[in-house]
C-alpha cells in the first residue's frame, strides 16, 4: 500500500505542471487507452469536438502505458483555442499493482486507470471519464453541469444489465448491488472526485483488489461496489449501447456507447452505427479503421459470439459461488493475515481422479482413464472429412483453427496454461520430413502446449499439425471445445472398421506431404501424472510404414505458488523436445517398431529422471511394453 501511495505522490508532484488549469473556466475530461484504441478515439474526438460550446474550454487528459510518439502527434492535431489534449503517462505507477489486476478477453488494464484518477489529479473536484468507443452527439459540458450533491458519481444504468437475466442475477448476487436497475455501466462517468477522496477510494479499492476478484466487469464491478448508495443515476441517452431495439427519439441520444461486441467497425447490422461512421470519415484515421474492418474475418466474428457466450456463462457460474467460495473481504483478510496464506479445499473429484489412478497404477493398467469419457456413438465413413475436401470443412477448419489460437493466447495470458522453458527447439526445426510426435499425456490443456512450441518453431504457417483424437471427443463433445475437437486438424479414431480405413489412408497422405500428427501413445490421459507410462505400437508402426521419424517430446511439471479453483497448485511446465528417431532400413516393420517405442520410453524416462532426480519406479510390476535401457 505504501509503495502504491509513494507512487501515486511521485506522479502528482511531477505532473502538476502539466495539468494545472483554473477548474472554473474548464471541464475535465479523461481517457484511458493504448496504441489498439488510438483510431477510435480519435472517432470520439472528433465527435465531442464537433458539439463542444466555443464559450467553454475542455482539458483532455489521455491515461496510457503505451502509445508511439507518431500517435500522440496524430490525436495533439486536435487541440483547438478551447479544447487542451495532455498525455499522462501511468507506467510507473502501475509497475506496482498491474499484477493484481485481472484481465479478460480484448481488455486491456488502461481500463482500470480511472480508478486512480481522484488520487491523481488532487486539484480537481469533478471530472467526466469516457470510453474511447462512443461517440458524443451533445455538447459533453451538458453533463459535466449535472449536480451531483454529495453523490460519488454521475452515471447511467448499463443497458445490457436491462435486459439479460444472467447479468442481472450476477450484478445482484456476486456485486450486492440492491437492483439490477441500480448497476451502471463505467464507460461514461461523471465523478465526485472530491468526495472520492474523502472516503479514501483509491485505498478501498486497492483493499479490495486484494480481496476479491470480479472476472466479469472487471473494474466497473469494482466501482459498483464500492459507490453504491451514492450513484446518481442519470438519463440512459448519456450512454445508450446498440442493445434493446431502437426505442429512443434519435433527437434525445446524447452518447452511443459501443459496448461489449457491438463495434460497427467489426459487424455490419449495428445499431446507431451511422453516428460512428459520420464521425469516422472525417479522421484520418478511416482509412485504418476500414482496414480493421475488412479484415475482421468469420473466425473473429465467432470468437466474438463465443466470448459473449462465455461471458453469460461466467455470470451464472460466478452467482452459484454466492455463500460457498464468497466470504466476506473482512473475513478473507483476517485469514489472510493470521494464516499468511489462504487454504482452498481440495476439489472432492480430483481427490477421487486421482485415488483412481493410484488403484490403476497398482493393477498395471495403464491404458484405462480415471475419469469418464463422454458417450461415443460410432464415427461412420460419410461423418468426417479427414483430410478437409470438402467446401464446408476448409471453413470449419479455418474457423476453429483461427479460435484455437485466440484460446490458446487466452489460456496463456491468464495463466491458465504457464509454459516455463522449452529444451530442444532445434530437434524440431531439424526435420525435413513428415513426422510422428508424441507426447505424455497428463491435462486436457497439453495438447495447447504442443501447440504453442509448433508456433515458436520455423514449420508455423507452412506445415500443419494434425492431432489424433478419441472417438467421443469428436462425436460427443460439447460446446466450445466440442466444436475444436471436430475441425481443430483433428484426425478422430472411430470403433467402424470403415473409418478407420479412411483414417489411415489419411494418415499416410499428411505424412507423405510433410505434415506432423501428434500422438499420445500412452492412450490414456492420467491428470497431473509425473511419470511416463507405458507405450502403445500404434504411433510407431504408423512412422515405420510411412518411413518418417518419431519425435519424442516430454513435459515436466512443478507447483507453482498460485492455487487453482480444485485446490491443487497451478502446474508450470517445462517441454522436453528429444532428438527424432528415425526407422532402420533393413529391419522388420515389427522390429522397428520395438526399437522406436522402446528408445521413445528411454528418452522420456531420462527426462523423468533427471527433472524429478528420483528413479522411475511403479507401485506395480512393469509389463514388458516397457524395457529398461539395454533390455
Known sequence: MKLIRDNIDKIINSDLNIIKRHKSEQVPIFFTIDDRYIPFLAVTLQSLIAHASKNVKYLINILYTDISEENKEKIKKY?????????IDLSEYMQEIQEKLYIRDYYSKTTYFRLFIPDLFPQLDKAIYLDSDVVVLKDIALLYDVDLKDNLLGAIPDDSVQIIKSFQDYVEKVIGVSSYKKYFNAGVLSMNLKALREINFVDKFVYLLDSVKYKVAQDQDYLNRLCKGRVKLLDNTWNRMPIGGDTIPRENLKIIHYNLSYKPWHFEKILYKEYFWEYAKQTEFFD????????YKLEDKFFDMETEKSLKELTLKESECVGDDRVSETRKYIKKTVEKKTSIPKAKDRLEVLKKIEQLEEEGKFDVDPEDDPPTITLKPEN??????????KIKTKIANKVGEKFLDSILKNNKLIIREVNGIENLNGLNSGAIITCNHFNPFDVFAIEDIYRMSNFAGKKTLYKVIREGNYTNFPGLYGFLFRNSDTLPLSSNTETMKEFLKSIKVILNRG???????EQSLWWNYKKPKPLKSGAFKFAVENKVPVLPIFITMQDTEAIGKDGFPVQEYIINIGEPIYPIEGMSIHENVELMKNENFNIWKKCYEKFYRIPLEYTTKIKEEVMEDGE
Do not use: C, G, R
Not at 288 to 295: E, H, T, V, Y
Open 79 to 87: 487541440e483547438k483555442s478551447n479544447v487542451s489534449i495532455e498525455f
Open 288 to 295: 485504418d479503421i476500414m482496414a480493421i474492418k475488412n479484415s
Open 384 to 393: 468426417v472429412d479427414y483430410l478437409k475436401q470438402k467446401n464446408t470443412s
Open 515 to 521: 505434415d506432423f500428427i501428434l500422438i499420445y501413445p
